[in-house]
């Protein structure tokens, strides 16, 4: 089965840039989206496609996607970005949605 | 606006079966897929599967084949999932997902315990 490793944690300083990956074999040639999750909260889609941003979603949060890693970036990062972010594919082979294992980002 | 308002919260003894409903508004319900994804307290989110809501036809991930059914009622807009042969493993929030995709709206998710 298809798998998505993502790091258990990531740092970064108020202000700064977040950088949260994603990997899985070749998922370069996979549409990559990224969700946001709260505590007690439903997820939220942040990016759709490796680099969408839905309406609503502040242009700090950006994605990229290559070769074996996908990457969500957040820019200048805000107390209100704290959260856990899970990377999602659909798996052709297993006919399927594959979530990462998520991510929980603090920001100091 | 687009909402999916899901059933209350369940409690239930291991070997029973649960049915969580999903009542879709906003939109026309048979024009997006939608997807049921849980999560266990403290732990990642696992997808489990998708109805077309025009057609019927569903798609299970493997590991819930044979122990989960979705099923809905387009007269109603509303899309069920319901979980057989329950243990206590199978305690979680599930949350309904409509899927354009990617899944861009959620339910507000229902909490299920398995308990003797």
């Known amino acids: 089965s298809y798998e998505l490793t993502q790091p258990l944690s990531v740092s970064v300083a108020l202000g700064q840039t977040a950088r949260i990956t994603c990997g899985g074999n070749n998922i370069g040639s996979k549409n990559v989206h990224w969700y946001q999750q709260k505590p007690g909260q439903a997820p939220v889609l942040v990016i759709y496609?490796?680099?969408n941003r839905p309406s609503g979603i502040p242009e700090r949060f950006s994605g990229s996607n290559s070769g074996n890693t996908a990457t969500l970036t957040i820019s200048r990062a805000q107390a209100g970005d704290e959260a856990d972010y899970y990377c999602q594919v659909w798996d052709s082979s297993t006919v399927g949605y594959v979530f990462g294992t998520g991510t929980k980002v603090t920001v100091l | 606006q687009v909402q999916l308002v899901q059933s209350g919260a369940e409690v239930k003894k291991p070997g029973a079966s649960v049915k969580v409903s999903c009542k879709a508004s906003g939109y026309t319900f048979t024009s997006y897929d939608i997807n049921w994804v849980r999560q266990a307290t403290g732990q990642g989110l696992e997808w489990m599967g998708w109805m077309n809501p025009n057609s019927g036809n569903t798609g299970y991930a493997q590991k819930f084949q044979g122990r989960v059914t979705m099923t809905r009622n387009t007269s109603i807009s509303t899309a069920y999932m319901e979980l057989s042969s329950l243990r206590s493993e199978d305690t979680a929030v599930y949350y309904c997902?409509?899927?354009?995709?990617?899944?861009?709206?959620w339910g507000q998710g229902t909490l299920v315990t398995v308990s003797s």
């Open positions: 997902a409509r899927s354009s995709p990617p899944f861009d709206y």
């Open positions: 496609r490796d680099s």
